[in-house]
Structures are given as structure tokens and as C-alpha cells.
């Protein structure tokens, strides 16, 4: 699976492989791969610069990499953004988490792995949505129109199911590197590995 993942990663970077031998005003190639169960049709992290406040997306398909390009200078990471078939969520889970990256210009980085993973827990001593909705003066019986309040056996008792999204951050080997930088036929000096470094 790993080798299908690689294949996917070198048709969507085949520029990458240029910007070694790019002159210095060129744009900075940030590569970032993830891991979910979020079932996103496609899943954005937002990049933001801290010299203009202009944004840019890494955005994820099919592929456990993405590649964006991004101006010289130093980037803080925003939003990401799941987007289903119904609709999308957006969650605040790295703007907090990770100190803001620097780039060269010219110069292409890896920047680890990414585990976004979806847990439900359900509150058994909470109140039922449908039962913290209702109040005594609402009633289906006296014409009250929402679907959140019911009487008698129409309210859902069930206890609330919470959602939350954990974060994960694998290490990266260094055969995970020398494997990627062998796909993009890259150096170790063209490739920089950049880790992600937590905020305290």
C-alpha cells in the first residue's frame, strides 16, 4: 500500500524535483502527509503567511501526501477543513498546537506525519438533546412545531453521543525519509525534513 501511496505522491509533485536548482525567488514546496477515519471527500489544512496573511491550502484526495507552494518566510498552520458529500466541518485543532514554520526560498521540506482520528464517547449521565430542548410550555400536543420536542413515548431517550477529533504525530524514520527523497529523485540537501515542533 505504502508503494501505491509513493506512485500517487510523484505524480503530484512532479515539480518538486525542479526546485533545487530553482533561483531564489522562487516559492518554497511544503509537503505534509496525513492518515484519518475522518471520511472526508477532501480535507484542507490551511497554511497562513505571517508577513501578509495570505492563505494557501495543503489539500488531501485519494493521497496520504499533499504538496503546496508557499512564499518565502515564515507560515502558521490554520483550519482544516473536512468536506463530505453533505457538507463540510471545520475544526481549530493546529493553529494551537504547532509554532509557525519557516521557509527558504527555492527550497522543498517534509514536514512528518499527521494522524487525525474521529472518537465518539457517549454521555450516559447527560440529557438527551431531544429532553434539554423541550420546556414545559412546549408541546406537540398544543401545536409546538419543532422535531426536538416530543411528548410522551416520541422523546429519544438515548444518551448523547459527544464527538472530538485526537491528533497524532508518528515519528518519522529515516528510511521513511531516504524512501521519499529516492521517489522525488531529491537530495537529502534538496529535501529538508522539518518537524513539526509543539507550542508550550
Not at 506512485?7 to 511544503?30: E, N
Not at 468536506?83 to 471545520?90: A, E, L, R
Request: one cysteine or more; a negative charge; proline letters at 2%.
Amino acid at each position: 500500500m505504502y508503494r501505491s501511496v509513493i506512485l500517487v505522491l510523484m505524480l503530484t509533485l512532479s515539480s518538486v524535483s525542479a526546485i533545487g536548482k530553482a533561483a531564489d525567488s522562487a516559492p518554497a514546496t511544503y509537503l505534509l502527509q496525513i492518515a484519518s477515519n475522518l471520511g472526508c471527500e477532501t480535507l484542507d489544512i490551511n497554511l497562513i503567511s505571517q508577513s501578509d496573511e495570505s492563505r494557501k491550502n495543503l489539500r488531501y484526495t485519494t493521497s496520504a501526501f499533499a504538496a503546496v507552494e508557499l512564499s518565502a518566510g515564515t507560515h502558521a498552520f490554520g483550519d482544516v477543513t473536512c468536506v463530505y458529500k453533505d457538507g463540510q466541518q471545520t475544526f481549530d485543532i493546529l493553529s494551537n498546537k504547532f509554532a509557525p514554520i519557516s521557509l527558504s526560498a527555492g527550497q522543498a521540506y517534509y514536514g512528518g506525519r499527521l494522524i487525525f482520528k474521529e472518537v465518539q464517547t457517549m454521555d450516559v449521565n447527560g440529557t438527551p438533546k431531544v429532553l434539554s430542548n423541550c420546556t414545559q410550555l412546549n408541546s406537540r400536543a398544543r401545536g409546538e412545531s419543532s422535531n426536538e420536542c416530543r411528548d410522551g413515548v416520541g422523546v429519544n431517550t438515548s444518551a448523547q453521543i459527544a464527538k472530538e477529533i485526537e491528533l497524532y504525530i508518528p515519528d518519522v524514520t529515516d528510511e521513511d525519509l531516504t524512501t521519499i527523497r529516492n521517489t522525488l529523485s531529491l537530495t537529502k540537501e534538496q529535501l529538508l525534513y522539518l518537524p513539526l515542533n509543539r507550542n508550550n
